[in-house]
């Protein structure tokens, strides 16, 4: 049975940062696509980072480009989202999702993902 839990979200002051975490069991990372999705109240998901091995490729959200890195441990089976500079735009609850035959121009589409975790919340608030 196909899991992702992620850990690593709080409270965070702007300009501070952040690691989340996602452990993924029942599967390999090397056959699926895999990714970060967020939900700001109010607002759609937006994929956030994700990463295709497939594909070998990693994209970002154009707001997060620069601040937010995408890493992952395959010996852990566990991916990683590191945030730095965060700002208060940046509060959201934050999803691990994963996916098997994503094409490309797909990557980082909510939608293309059919296996979620349960959210962390990240708030950036002075």
């Known amino acids: 049975q196909l899991q992702l839990v992620e850990s690593g979200g709080g409270l965070v002051q702007p300009g501070g940062s952040l690691r989340l975490s996602c452990v993924a069991s029942?599967?390999?990372?090397?056959?699926?696509?895999i990714g970060w999705v967020r939900q700001a109240p109010g607002k759609e998901r937006e994929g956030v980072s994700c990463f295709s091995s497939q594909y070998d490729r990693t994209d970002y959200a154009n707001s997060v480009k620069d601040r937010f890195t995408f890493t992952r441990d395959n010996a852990r089976n566990t991916v990683y989202l590191e945030m730095n500079r965060l700002i208060p735009e940046d509060t959201a609850v934050y999803y691990c999702?994963?996916?098997?035959?994503?094409?490309?121009?797909?990557?980082?589409?909510?939608?293309?993902?059919?296996?979620w975790g349960q959210g962390t919340q990240v708030t950036v608030s002075s």
């Open positions: 029942g599967f390999s990372l090397d056959n699926y696509v």
């Open positions: 999702a994963a996916a098997r035959g994503v094409p490309l121009y797909r990557l980082c589409v909510p939608d293309s993902f059919d296996s």
